[in-house]
């Protein structure tokens, strides 16, 4: 897979990307996010229960990031800066995935993780392409509507990490579906069986735990071991989520083996 020469991420790009990442998968960090917030993930240790550690995440957000602040901001465009947090990003995510929310959730993971998007809107060949020119001016009109949009991104999927961790504590990979009408469209790597195939996916996909659930988005599903590691978000993260009853994962791509689900009906 084509990857950026540099990220901010403890792996290469080319590692995190990869298929054998994703058969034996590492912790993934983000430079230098949980040094620098520590005191909140150290808090998040003694506190029982997730609804409860999500207050403290969402609170702390609202406090690091002056998101509460918005009102008392003097001009119009300061307080659309400060009141369009990660929670609208998630939200337009969860709307289209192609509109410049979208191009600034996959502009993280290659700014993070240096590994492109594939898709947007349309193909992407490559980082030369007209195509990706667009994808970029998506992303830069998106990242001009709010505050350290990056920022805050990072402590996101830092904290999913941390949640992940206690939630599946003995296993490093979940199995998750989904769906879709294009599967032929999907560059294909290699051929392992008649439904086993090596596919590359999009810098950041959607899944659903909820096999069943995957058929109302496709006449093809598929299924994938995803590592925790490169899950970015996840439906029940946060109190009251715009995800939660999707069973939703948002997950990093890069090659991936995927199994294609029979249908029983």
Known sequence: ????????????????????????????????VRQANRFLFEKLVSVPTLEQRAEIFNDYMSVKFQLHQWECQGTATARKSIRNSYLRFLRGWMMDANSVEGAV??????????????????????????EYQLFAYDRMKGSARTNAINSQLDLLYEYCQFELASLYPADGHITLYRGTNDADDYELLENEGRRLQIVRLNNLVSFTSDEERAWEFGDTVWEIKAPLAKIFFFNGLLPNSILKGEGEFLVIGGEYRVRRVMCTV
């Open 105 to 130: 959730l996959k502009g993280w993971v290659e700014s993070r993780l240096g590994l492109p998007p594939t898709f947007h809107k349309v193909r992407i060949p490559g980082i030369l392409s007209e």
């Open 1 to 32: 897979m084509t990857t950026s020469p540099f990220n901010l991420c403890n792996l290469p790009p080319w590692v995190i990307a990869s298929r054998h990442f994703n058969d034996h998968p590492q912790p993934l960090e983000i430079q230098g």
